[in-house]
Structure formats: structure tokens, C-alpha cells
């Protein structure tokens, strides 16, 4: 099973500043690899695919890249509606496709 | 408009079994994996498996083989996950999200398992 690490747990990060986050696999995922936000209450909702594809709506201040083990999603300029949990998933070998274990970005 | 709608929160005892639903519409529902996510109180998504609806090719994580069942029918665009004898550890969010990666998602069932 291929087990994804993400960092930091939780990111403080200002409005209007940039944010970037970490999701490493514990072996390559090629670029198989998903971001996903999710809101309290909400159900998640993916932002991107293909490690660097935003998924239909998703604005552009969100940014993935990285392929093998190593990803980052970044976050241009930060709006107050960004402030949730994101998880990384890797759907390269199965099963299971596996999630980390989440990203607290949080208003600092 | 693609859309994925569970069934409604359950409360169960203990011992009892399950079955939970989730309805989809808007495209083609035999050409697109289904697949099921946990989500515990206060904690991460947990990846439970997944079913193409058109073969029933059905894939499950270690940790859910032999604890739930993954099913579809395709006649009404559904699929389920059931439980045969429901745990209190089985108390959480439960999703239904579209395709390998998970495009499209579920409302979620919060299913509660208590005495």
C-alpha cells in the first residue's frame, strides 16, 4: 500500500499572502495524484487532477505540480473561502487509491 | 448536471445491517467507477473501495475486505455499501464520489452506530 505523507499538519497563512503545500508518496504515483478541499460540513471537493489539471470551476489561484513522489499544491493569493482541510490522493495503484492524511490551512 | 444523492442518515444498534445508497444522474452511470469514502469524527478520508458499474468489477482496501460489501445496480443508476453486522467503530460520514480520481461527490450518509 502506498502510504502519502502531507505537510505541514497546519498551515497559518494571512489573507492575500501565498500558500503551499506538501504531499509526498511513499513510492512513485507517475503524476496520478489529486487535490481535494474540504469545508467543515461539506462534502470534499476536488481542485486538482493529473497532479497539475484544475478540475472544471476550480479558479486559477490554485496550482499543483510535482510527478513521481513529490507534489505541491499552491495557493496564489489566499481568500477567506480557501481556509479549510485539503488532501492529496494518489490513484496510481490499487487498492486502496490512498488519501493523506490532511492539510489544515488555517487564517493566521 | 452531474449529481450523486445518498440515502439519508441512519441510526442502527450494534449487530444490525445496512445498506446505503447512492443515486447517480447527469451522465452515463455504467462508464464511470463509483467509489465509497470514510470519514470519521474529527478525522482524514479513508478510501474504502470502488465498483464499475459495468462489469461489476469491484476493488476493495485491505482494511475495508470482508467488512462491507460494494454493489450496483444499474437498472436504476445506484450503487450501495452495506454492512452484514454493523460495529460501534462504524459510526461516521460515508461518501459516494465518481471516478478514480473523485470528481463528483456525494452529499454523504452519516451513519451512527450506537447501543
Known amino acids: 500500500e502506498i502510504v502519502m505523507t502531507q505537510s505541514p499538519a497546519t498551515l497559518s497563512v494571512s489573507p492575500g499572502e501565498r500558500a503551499t503545500l506538501s504531499c509526498r508518496a511513499s513510492?512513485?504515483?507517475?503524476?496520478?495524484l489529486a487535490w481535494y478541499q474540504q469545508k467543515p460540513g461539506q462534502a470534499p471537493r476536488l481542485l486538482i487532477y493529473?497532479?497539475?489539471t484544475r478540475a472544471t470551476g476550480i479558479p486559477a489561484r490554485f496550482g499543483g505540480s510535482g510527478s513521481g513522489t513529490e507534489f505541491t499544491l499552491t495557493i496564489s493569493s489566499l481568500q477567506s473561502e480557501d481556509f479549510a482541510v485539503y488532501y492529496c490522493?494518489?490513484?496510481?495503484?490499487?487498492?486502496?487509491?490512498?488519501f493523506g492524511q490532511g492539510t489544515k490551512l488555517e487564517i493566521k | 448536471e452531474v449529481q450523486l444523492v445518498q440515502s439519508g442518515a441512519e441510526v442502527k444498534k450494534p449487530g444490525e445491517s445496512l445498506k446505503i445508497s447512492c443515486k447517480g444522474s447527469?451522465?452515463?452511470?455504467?462508464?464511470?467507477?463509483i467509489g465509497w469514502v470514510r470519514q470519521m469524527p474529527g478525522k482524514g478520508l479513508e478510501w474504502m473501495g470502488i465498483?464499475?458499474?459495468?462489469?461489476?468489477?469491484?476493488r476493495y482496501s485491505p482494511s475495508f475486505q470482508g467488512q462491507v460489501t460494494i454493489s450496483a445496480d444499474k437498472s436504476i443508476s445506484t450503487a450501495y455499501l452495506q454492512w452484514s453486522s454493523l460495529k460501534a467503530s462504524d459510526t461516521a460520514m460515508y461518501y459516494c464520489a465518481r471516478e478514480t480520481y473523485f470528481d463528483y461527490w456525494g452529499q454523504g450518509t452519516l451513519v451512527t452506530v450506537s447501543s
Open positions: 493529473g497532479a497539475s
Open positions: 490522493q494518489q490513484y496510481n495503484n490499487w487498492p486502496p487509491y490512498t
Open positions: 465498483l464499475y458499474p459495468g462489469d461489476s468489477d469491484t
Open positions: 447527469g451522465y452515463s452511470f455504467t462508464n464511470y467507477w
Open positions: 513510492q512513485s504515483v507517475s503524476s496520478n
